[in-house]
């Protein structure tokens, strides 16, 4: 596949965290509007991009200690998921579900309503002035205490109607698995979308587990390549992975690629969604992910739309709005593919 048709091909992106995707110019700015206390700008964009010698997911999640300081107020994170979307639109991304943790943005005073009422503003912003159709995604962190999350899963509730179509886990599965928040996602309305992190920790049984507690998709799953008789059962279920190959790799959830799991999972049936993870930590696009597909795998175009398709169909969105966007993604592909 050759990247500038990648490049201009309509996407959907699923698995975006807010803060890891800002651009390094637009938070550098942000830094210095605030005057917080800044390097010049070649330092701290190597402190908030991850290496590729990075040894583990640890490593990675240290970019986020020069970025979380810059986005406790409500002007950087609206110009935040403003930027984000940005990104989108520059590569024909159709739909973006943008994810976020409130209550890492509370450190300054913030409410959790305050960051979420600030980050939605710059997602509409985005979505009138670009034409990028999103929505956010609220994230719970698993080392926080029951009551900070249950506020989160509250507030995804109460915004429902208002741009939060889903709740999320991330954080540290190995020590926090997802069985110690059952009673948490019992409290989940209907209306609201479960995806939930698990599997990038070599812990297959997450997955399991998330699937069982109600996840229709799974950020990462790609531990889910050691027990292969849960495979069908993945794939009759129809849980979405949201896949991340470049983020994969450099928090060495694979070491290698003949380690990588994608071309078993999609020969075997499972729905897969590829995705950036963190644009900015991972110095990555869609775009980007598409082209290391295409020269790692050999996939076509015909595999590049069903995999977007199966981002359509994982979407938190109502069936009417995914029909009309599973449209316009076969449309945008039809010059490319064998059976049109």
Known sequence: MEETIIKALPKVELHCHLDGSVRPETLYALAQKQQLPISDFETFRQAITVSEECQNLEEYLQCFNAILPILQTTEALSAAAYDVVAQGAAENVHYMEIR????LHTRNGLTVKEVITAVLTGLERGQTELGVKNNALLCGMRHHNHEKNNEVLKAATDFSENGVVGFDLAGDEANF???E???????????VGLTLHAGECGCPQNVVESIRMGATRIGHGIAIKKEPAEWAALAAAGTTLEMCPTSNFHTKTADSLADYPFQDFLEAGIAISINTDNRTVSQTSLTQEFQQLSEWYGI????MHQLTQNSVQAAFLKENAKSELAAAITAGYQPYLSNL
Do not use: R, V
């Open 181 to 191: 928040f059952a009673e948490l996602i019992q409290q989940k309305p209907a209306g």
């Open 100 to 103: 976020f943790a409130p209550q």
């Open 300 to 303: 076509s175009y015909d595999i």
């Open 177 to 179: 698995p997802p069985h």
